[in-house]
């Protein structure tokens, strides 16, 4: 069995662990969503604030700071995704204000951190 150059635990980055606790957040607050929103808004925000750790953890698995460096650039671009769909959840009052900021916070704070993870991995 051929054992990858960098092994890391992705367990390990601060930045999985608030984006698990992001996703973890989302199934939550999505519960009080309207109903007929299961198959809309709610599937997407579920996809989105998961595909974060996802590709944070996925891109542990490879070979290269390269390709580590490309799954960090979706998981950005799944917490931009989230980030809209929590501005809209909020104007439609499906989360309420208080609650939907924290939520913004959590992102925005995620995005430094993986902004900074790759501004590291590509020098």
Same mark, same amino acid.
């Given at each position: 069995?051929?054992? %990858?150059?960098?092994?890391?635990?992705?367990?390990?980055?601060?930045?999985?662990?608030?984006?698990?606790?992001?996703?973890?957040?989302? $199934?939550?607050?999505? =519960? %009080?969503?309207?109903?007929?929103?299961?198959?809309?808004?709610?599937?997407?925000?579920?996809?989105?604030?998961?595909?974060?750790?996802?590709? =944070?953890?996925?891109?542990?698995?490879?070979?290269?700071?390269?390709?580590?460096?490309?799954?960090?650039?979706?998981?950005?671009?799944? %917490?931009?995704?989230?980030? $809209?769909?929590?501005?809209?959840?909020?104007?439609?009052?499906?989360?309420?204000?208080?609650?939907?900021?924290?939520?913004?916070?959590?992102?925005?704070?995620?995005?430094?951190?993986?902004?900074?993870?790759?501004?590291?991995?590509?020098?």
């Amino acid at each position: 069995m051929i054992l %990858a150059k960098k092994m890391r635990d992705y367990k390990k980055f601060s930045v999985w662990e608030k984006s698990h606790q992001l996703t973890l957040d989302v $199934y939550r607050i999505t =519960i %009080a969503f309207p109903k007929d929103e299961i198959f809309g808004l709610i599937s997407q925000m579920k996809r989105s604030s998961s595909s974060i750790p996802t590709n =944070i953890a996925e891109g542990c698995g490879r070979n290269s700071d390269k390709d580590f460096c490309r799954f960090l650039y979706i998981a950005f671009g799944s %917490a931009n995704e989230l980030e $809209y769909q929590l501005l809209l959840s909020i104007d439609l009052k499906f989360i309420e204000f208080e609650n939907g900021q924290k939520l913004l916070f959590q992102v925005e704070e995620i995005k430094k951190m993986l902004n900074s993870l790759i501004s590291k991995l590509n020098k």
